[in-house]
C-alpha cells in the first residue's frame, strides 16, 4: 500500500523512498498536475521520458467530468489516460474552496452549483473517499476545508482559521472512518491546516499525528498570502511533522521555493506553474526566468537554456544516428506571436523536464551529502540571469 524509507539527511533537508502500488518514487520528488486527467500539453510518454515518477488528477473536476460511470468503467485512472506510474488525487477541497459565493460549508460537507452546468451537487468527506478509491488513486487526499488567507479584502482572523482547521480535523477524522469501511488499499494523507497561525498549525498537526495516517500534507499555503507568510509557514510546520512519514507540501511553487522546501524537510511537492506559465510564454531556466514573448528573442538563435536536455532545447536522437528538433528562441519566440498550438506544447515540455530535472539534482546532492553547497549555487545561477 505504502511504504516510505528515508535514506538520509543533510539537516533538514531529506532523501528518501515512497513504494506505492503502482511503482516507486524517489524524493524529494515534484509531481506534474493533470487536473483532468491528463498534463496540459503532454503526452504520458514524453511525461514518462523526462521523468515524472507520480502525477496528480483532481476528484472535483473528474467527477464533473468525463463522471464517474465512466471512469469506473475503465477501473480507474489508469487505464483511463494511459499512465501506469503512481497518481496522487486531490480531494477537491481546494476546488470547493476557489467556488467562493457558489459553494456553502456545513459541518456534513458543501453544498455547490456545478461550475459546468450549474446542477445542485452536494460533497461530503465520505463522498471524496468514495470518488477516489473509485479512481483507485495511489494516494488519496482527505477532504478538507482550505483556509483562505484574504476573503474581498478581509484577512482570515485567528477565530476564523481555527474553526475552519478544527473543521478539517472533524473530516480527517469522517474521511479515515470511511477509507476503511471502503477497504482501499492505497494510501491516505492527512492534511495540516491552520491557516498562517503557527499554534493552529501545530494543534492540527498533533491531532493528524495521533490518527497515524501513513502520509501528510501541509495545505492553505499559496492561498494569497504574501510570500514570507508562506515562507514562515514552510519553515515551521513541515519539520515537524513525523520524520518516518512522507511529508507534501501541497501547491508549491517556484523554483527557489522547492529548494528552500527540501531545506525545510519537505518531501514532495506540486504547482500548477510550469504549464501553467508556459501557456504564457514564461520559461524556466538554469539562469533565471525567460520571456520568450519579448521582441529581443525575434532573431536569437540559442536555444531556451543551453544546459537543457529536453526536447525543446537539445532534440532527441534518431535510429539513423541523426539527431531532430532543438528550437530556437527565435522559432519559438515565432511560434508565440502566431498564435501557434506547438508554442505552449514545447514550451511545456521545456518547464517539466527543468522541475523534474532540478529535483533530480537536488536528489543527487542529497546522496553525495552536498545539498547546501548546491542549494548556494542554484541560487546563485538563478540570480545571474538568462
Given at each position: 500500500?505504502?511504504?516510505?524509507e528515508?535514506?538520509?539527511?543533510?539537516?533538514?533537508?531529506?532523501?528518501?523512498?515512497?513504494?506505492l502500488?503502482?511503482g516507486?518514487?524517489?524524493t524529494?520528488?515534484?509531481m506534474?498536475?493533470?487536473?483532468y486527467?491528463?498534463?496540459?500539453?503532454?503526452?504520458p510518454?514524453?511525461?514518462?521520458e523526462?521523468g515524472?515518477?507520480?502525477?496528480?488528477?483532481?476528484?472535483?473536476?473528474?467527477?464533473?467530468?468525463?463522471g464517474l460511470d465512466?471512469l469506473k468503467?475503465?477501473?480507474g485512472l489508469?487505464?483511463f489516460?494511459?499512465?501506469n506510474?503512481?497518481?496522487?488525487?486531490?480531494?477537491?477541497?481546494?476546488q470547493v474552496?476557489s467556488?467562493?459565493?457558489?459553494?456553502k460549508?456545513t459541518?456534513?460537507?458543501?453544498?455547490?452549483?456545478?461550475?459546468?452546468?450549474?446542477?445542485?451537487?452536494?460533497?461530503?468527506?465520505?463522498?471524496?473517499m468514495?470518488?477516489q478509491?473509485?479512481l483507485?488513486?495511489?494516494?488519496?487526499?482527505?477532504?478538507?476545508?482550505c483556509?483562505?488567507?484574504?476573503?474581498?479584502?478581509?484577512?482570515?482572523?485567528?477565530?476564523?482559521?481555527?474553526?475552519?482547521m478544527?473543521?478539517?480535523?472533524?473530516?480527517a477524522?469522517?474521511?479515515q472512518?470511511?477509507?476503511?469501511?471502503?477497504?482501499n488499499?492505497?494510501?491516505?494523507?492527512?492534511i495540516v491546516?491552520?491557516?498562517?497561525?503557527?499554534h493552529?498549525r501545530?494543534?492540527?498537526?498533533?491531532?493528524?499525528?495521533?490518527?497515524e495516517?501513513?502520509?501528510?500534507?501541509?495545505?492553505?499555503v499559496?492561498?494569497?498570502?504574501p510570500?514570507?507568510?508562506?515562507?514562515?509557514?514552510?519553515?515551521?510546520?513541515?519539520?515537524?511533522?513525523p520524520?518516518d512519514?512522507?511529508?507534501?507540501?501541497?501547491?508549491?511553487?517556484t523554483?527557489e521555493d522547492l529548494?528552500?522546501?527540501?531545506?525545510?524537510?519537505?518531501d514532495?511537492?506540486?504547482?500548477?506553474?510550469?504549464?501553467?506559465n508556459?501557456?504564457?510564454?514564461?520559461?524556466f531556466?538554469?539562469?533565471?526566468?525567460l520571456?520568450?514573448?519579448n521582441?529581443?528573442?525575434?532573431?536569437?538563435?540559442?536555444?531556451?537554456?543551453?544546459?537543457?536536455?529536453?526536447?525543446a532545447c537539445?532534440?532527441?536522437?534518431?535510429a539513423?544516428?541523426?539527431v531532430?528538433?532543438g528550437?530556437?528562441?527565435?522559432?519559438?519566440?515565432?511560434?508565440e506571436?502566431?498564435g501557434?498550438?506547438?508554442?505552449?506544447?514545447l514550451a511545456?515540455?521545456?518547464?517539466l523536464?527543468?522541475?523534474?530535472?532540478?529535483?533530480?539534482?537536488?536528489?543527487e546532492?542529497l546522496?553525495?551529502g552536498?545539498?547546501?553547497?548546491?542549494?548556494?549555487?542554484?541560487r546563485?545561477d538563478?540570480?545571474?540571469?538568462?
Open positions: 500500500m505504502l511504504a516510505f528515508l535514506l538520509h539527511t543533510d539537516g533538514r533537508a531529506r532523501r528518501g523512498r515512497l513504494t502500488n503502482h516507486v518514487v524517489e524529494p520528488i515534484f506534474p498536475v493533470g487536473t486527467g491528463t498534463v496540459k500539453g503532454v503526452t510518454r514524453s511525461l514518462q523526462m515524472a515518477q507520480i502525477i496528480l488528477g483532481n476528484t472535483f473536476h473528474l467527477w464533473m467530468r468525463p465512466v468503467q475503465f477501473g489508469h487505464r489516460e494511459a499512465w506510474r503512481p497518481i496522487l488525487t486531490d480531494s477537491g477541497g481546494f474552496w467556488l467562493g459565493e457558489m459553494r460549508i459541518e456534513e460537507g458543501v453544498k455547490f452549483a456545478s461550475p459546468v452546468n450549474g446542477d445542485k451537487l452536494f460533497l461530503t468527506p465520505e463522498m471524496s468514495q470518488i478509491t473509485l483507485n488513486s495511489d494516494i488519496v487526499m482527505q477532504f478538507d476545508e483556509t483562505p488567507y484574504d476573503t474581498k479584502g478581509h484577512v482570515t482572523t485567528e477565530a476564523e482559521a481555527r474553526f475552519s478544527e473543521l478539517s480535523r472533524r473530516w477524522a469522517r474521511c472512518t470511511e477509507f476503511g469501511r471502503l477497504e488499499p492505497n494510501a491516505l494523507f492527512g491546516q491552520g491557516g498562517m497561525f503557527e493552529l501545530e494543534e492540527s498537526l498533533a491531532a493528524l499525528v495521533d490518527m495516517f501513513p502520509g501528510y500534507a501541509v495545505g492553505g499559496s492561498v494569497g498570502e510570500k514570507e507568510e508562506m515562507l514562515r509557514i514552510m519553515a515551521h510546520t513541515p519539520n515537524r511533522l520524520a512519514k512522507p511529508r507534501y507540501l501541497m501547491g508549491v511553487g523554483p529548494v528552500e522546501g527540501v531545506a525545510q524537510g519537505v514532495m511537492f506540486d504547482c500548477v506553474m510550469p504549464t501553467r508556459a501557456r504564457n510564454g514564461h520559461l531556466t538554469r539562469f533565471g526566468d520571456k520568450i514573448r521582441a529581443r528573442h525575434r532573431t536569437d538563435e540559442r536555444p531556451l537554456d543551453e544546459t537543457c536536455t529536453c526536447y537539445r532534440g532527441q536522437a534518431l539513423d544516428g541523426t531532430s528538433g528550437f530556437s528562441r527565435a522559432y519559438l519566440h515565432h511560434l506571436r502566431c501557434e498550438m506547438l508554442a505552449p506544447m511545456s515540455i521545456h518547464n523536464h527543468y522541475y523534474l530535472n532540478l529535483m533530480r539534482e537536488i536528489r546532492a546522496d553525495a552536498e545539498f547546501t553547497a548546491f542549494a548556494q549555487q542554484f546563485q538563478r540570480a545571474r540571469g538568462i
